[in-house]
């Protein structure tokens, strides 16, 4: 079974904090993986995309990937209270069928 | 731009009757996929199209079903609904070219069955 794992929180941070969030899956042959974000009643946003290890940064998002430990990791730096929604990993296994596989989401809570 | 679009915004039906969902991509994108999201559930995928054909099926019933028209616009038909099948219905779309395997969401049809 094909799994992508998510802690559901919530995940507490004061404004201007950093959060991480965290993300493990359980197929080795993985290829791409995408942190979306979702607000309340909306659909899921495109917040990031990676494929190689290492870290990947856009704004105040990094995207983390370690393939050998099979973890993937959003981290938000100077948290704002706009950036409180669920966050979800989705994991691509390229083998022909172009389908992601979601987490369950975190939720991210930052107070003002 | 214009992203993907879906229609209906919300449908209420009652159980036994049929679902007609249904979602444009954004312009050059060939493949849409259909999601649904129960309300404290993660996203189940349910069915991919591309270029007319249907790729990939999620472990959903035979009474979900759908099809893609030549203009890669897509409709998911949902027969014999069931009081769980109340969910948020999200299409999304991905381009031929380049990264085909990103995917970008419309704004979703919430089906309520009562």
């Known amino acids: 079974q094909k799994e992508v794992e998510q802690n559901s929180g919530p995940l507490s941070v004061p404004e201007g904090a950093i959060a991480s969030l965290n993300c493990t899956y359980s197929d080795r042959v993985s290829q791409s993986f995408f942190w979306y974000r979702q607000y309340s009643g909306k659909s899921p946003e495109l917040i990031m995309s990676?494929?190689?290890?290492g870290d990947k940064e856009d704004g105040r998002f990094t995207a983390q990937l370690n393939k050998a430990s099979q973890y993937v990791s959003l981290l938000i730096r100077d948290s704002q209270p706009s950036d409180s929604a669920t966050y979800l990993c989705?994991?691509?296994?390229?083998?022909?069928?172009?389908?992601?596989?979601f987490g369950k989401g975190t939720m991210l809570l930052v107070s003002p | 731009e214009a992203g993907v679009t879906q229609s209906p915004t919300h449908l209420i039906k009652t159980r036994g009757q049929q679902a007609t969902l249904r979602c444009s991509p954004i312009?050059?994108?060939?493949?849409v996929y259909w999601y649904q999201q129960a309300l404290g559930l993660g996203l189940q995928f349910l069915l991919w199209y591309d270029e007319g054909e249907e790729r990939n099926r999620g472990n959903f019933p035979p009474r979900f079903s759908g099809r893609q028209f030549p203009n890669y616009s897509s409709e998911l038909n949902v027969n014999a609904l069931e009081l769980e099948d109340s969910a948020l219905y999200l299409c999304a779309s991905s381009a031929r070219q380049g990264r085909a395997d990103t995917q970008y969401f419309g704004p979703g049809t919430r089906l309520t069955v009562l």
């Open positions: 989705a994991v691509n296994i390229n083998s022909g069928y172009s389908t992601l596989t």
């Open positions: 990676i494929y190689s290890n």
């Open positions: 312009s050059g994108h060939t493949s």
